[in-house]
């Protein structure tokens, strides 16, 4: 009898076990399939974005990496910024991208997917809802913020700041959680030094530092060893940026420093921007937002309105059932507390970027990030509230408010982020950094897009230059498509027409502006049919028959100035037959190598006719009519 009981016993443990096995590979399986949704919509809503040549501060921080040893690229002393962590992530995918710019947009979307899965595993957990962490992930990629790290080489930095806030928040956040004394001191110092590294991958995030003395006071840790590594760690930022950049004053954007333009005022205004961005409104400049509030159609306006309306709507909906919990024994203070520490997280990464002289958009992208995870902690609360409720069989319903209130008005929320952040990406173009990258986008495409590294160690002459390229820009540009990182030897000339340069040959390229569309157009083929016209005998490769006619524009002085090469044995009788205007010279070959002078109207088209009374016996091939005679160059200024 006991035996039959052990047996029953032993089988429901054992299906049990298999029940929670299932249970366990469910959910991974879902959690696949919902990190693939996420890096599928990554992709989606980036895929107009690309990059195929590098300029401004990509193409400087590429300059670095192709002229400096690795020593010198990751510890660049006496720098204005101290940011080695994110230098060597730098360097590393430098090296892995090499000279396929091409890919750098999707390494830069798979990260910022990976970001988003990370972001849905945290809000996941504090929200114990796939469904709430998933559309923390959907509207994270969805964001507006996600020009500058899905579109620039530099947005990796922003990947990494962001990887790293998170991470210190999620350590200090299971600090706050946690009871056991060991635990709290791996999870604590775990938190401060993904805070540490973030310090050197970009310095507004030294401003998280009185998060972990909150969290120290919050949780009347009695330990006076984590009361002094905050301060410790604190110090040792200083001390390292005092003595590889010379100062503790961190710099500005735009070439400023953050100790010679800050105002209180200014400072304040910068946070409110922040805070406007963070909730859909767009009060910064068209070339820092794209399409500014005043610009915004009435009906996006609307549905911006609604948005935070529902927000609101929704943190009262929230925080009531927070405050409900009471009645069933559940300590509201652990929630109040998490609530008051993502808005700390939050608030200091906006003043970290208010301090400045403007605020980028790029910026708020962590803030948004918090401002996700607060909502994914309060919804948590409410979940645990309604566990409890429903196990509580004497609970009433007054005072309660729907179960299926919140997920519907988060549903809503979700569509109306999604459709507004959507819109305001289709204004992404008019944002400072996107123009000059079309430029030069294009200017990539008309020339190592075309011809590949036959590109290299030609002269790049460019018709106009409105774009005003500096000189770095022209030095530095087709480097990044050599594997030797030298250029060999290409060059480029601006000019203001094609009066401006001769004849157009093998080592040359012509590209003309199209500001209109900021691009470039390859204009070789019509500027070299236009100095150098064929009726008939002439090839492009210099040949040219017994008989030929073309058409030669002459440049400043008006000559025309032909170099001839007779690949055969000279009789003496040879001779070329030149007409012009109507008048014949005759040109006595005494050499199987010579030049002739044409003289003759400046920047005029000037019709010439060849005869030859000889040809290459045997000709290697004959491509018209007439027999091949001669190779021949026409030069002129």
């Known amino acids: 009898m006991n035996t039959t009981r052990g047996s029953v016993t032993e089988k429901r443990i054992v299906r049990a076990a298999q029940l929670a096995r299932l249970e366990r590979q469910n959910g991974i399986l879902k959690d696949l ?80 997917a990976g970001l988003a899965a990370f972001l849905y595993f945290f809000a996941k957990r504090l929200a114990m809802s796939r469904g709430v962490g998933f559309a923390a992930g959907v509207l994270f990629l969805s964001s507006r913020f996600a020009y500058y790290q899905a579109g620039q080489l530099l947005g990796l930095m922003e990947t990494m700041g962001i990887f790293f806030a998170l991470l210190t928040a999620i350590f200090l956040k299971e600090y706050l959680d946690e009871d056991e004394d060991g635990r709290c001191m791996l999870l604590f110092g775990s938190g401060l030094l993904f805070w540490f590294l973030n310090c050197f991958t970009h310095e507004r995030y030294m401003v998280l530092l009185p998060m972990f003395y909150f969290s120290l006071a919050v949780k009347r840790d009695r330990k006076p060893l984590r009361w002094i590594l905050p301060a410790a760690s604190l110090a040792a930022v200083l001390l390292i940026r005092f003595l590889m950049i010379g100062t503790l004053s961190p710099a500005g954007t735009g070439g400023t420093n953050v100790a010679e333009t800050i105002t209180k005022r200014g400072v304040i205004v910068n946070f409110l921007v922040e805070a406007a961005y963070a909730c859909g409104f767009n009060f910064g400049p068209e070339h820092l937002c794209g399409l500014p509030w005043q610009d915004t159609p009435f009906a996006m306006k609307i549905v911006i309105l609604l948005l935070n309306a529902a927000l609101a709507v929704l943190f009262f909906v929230l925080l009531h059932t927070v405050w409900e919990r009471r009645r069933f024994g559940l300590p509201v203070f652990p929630v109040l507390r998490d609530l008051v520490f993502f808005l700390g997280f939050a608030a200091g990464c906006a003043a970290s970027s208010a301090v400045t002289i403007r605020v980028e958009m790029r910026w708020v992208y ?48 979700s569509l109306f982020t999604v459709f507004t952040q959507l819109e305001y990406r289709k204004f992404w173009p008019k944002i400072y950094l996107f123009p000059n990258q079309a430029r030069y986008n294009s200017l990539a495409d008309e020339t190592y897009g075309k011809y590949g590294k036959d590109i290299l160690g030609k002269e790049i002459i460019i018709i106009g230059n409105m774009y005003e390229m500096s000189d770095f820009t022209a030095e530095t540009f087709f480097k990044t498509f050599d594997p030797e990182r030298t250029g060999q030897g290409t060059t480029v000339r601006h000019v203001d027409s094609i009066l401006d340069f001769g004849q157009v040959t093998d080592s040359m390229l012509i590209l003309k502006e199209d500001p209109a569309n900021d691009a470039f157009t390859d204009a070789t083929d019509l500027v070299r049919s236009l100095k150098l016209g064929i009726d008939y005998g002439y090839y492009r490769d210099g040949w040219m028959d017994e008989r030929a006619k073309i058409r030669v524009m002459t440049g400043r002085t008006g000559d025309i100035r032909m170099e001839m090469m007779y690949p055969g044995n000279l009789t003496g009788r040879e001779t070329v037959s030149i007409k012009k205007d109507g008048k014949t010279v005759i040109w006595p070959l005494t050499s199987n190598i010579s030049e002739y002078t044409v003289h003759g109207e400046p920047y005029r088209i000037t019709e010439l006719e060849f005869t030859q009374n000889f040809h290459v016996e045997p000709a290697a091939e004959q491509r018209g009519g007439d027999r091949l005679a001669l190779i021949m160059t026409f030069i002129t200024d």
């Open 366 to 413: 962590v803030v948004y990030a918090f401002k996700l995870l607060l909502f994914a902690r309060l919804a948590g609360a409410c979940r645990e509230t309604r566990i409890a409720r429903q196990a509580d069989r004497t609970a009433g319903d007054r005072y309660r408010i729907s179960d299926r209130f919140p997920a519907i008005l988060i549903a809503l929320i």
């Open 33 to 112: 399939a919902l990190l693939t949704l996420l890096t599928g919509w990554a992709f989606f809503v980036n895929r107009g974005l690309r990059m195929s040549g590098y300029y401004m501060d990509d193409l400087y921080m590429w300059s670095c990496w192709g002229e400096q040893s690795f020593l010198e690229y990751v510890f660049p002393v006496g720098s204005t910024r101290c940011r080695f962590v994110y230098w060597l992530a730098a360097w590393a995918e430098l090296l892995l991208i090499g000279n396929h710019i091409e890919w750098v947009v999707p390494l830069n979307i798979l990260l910022n």
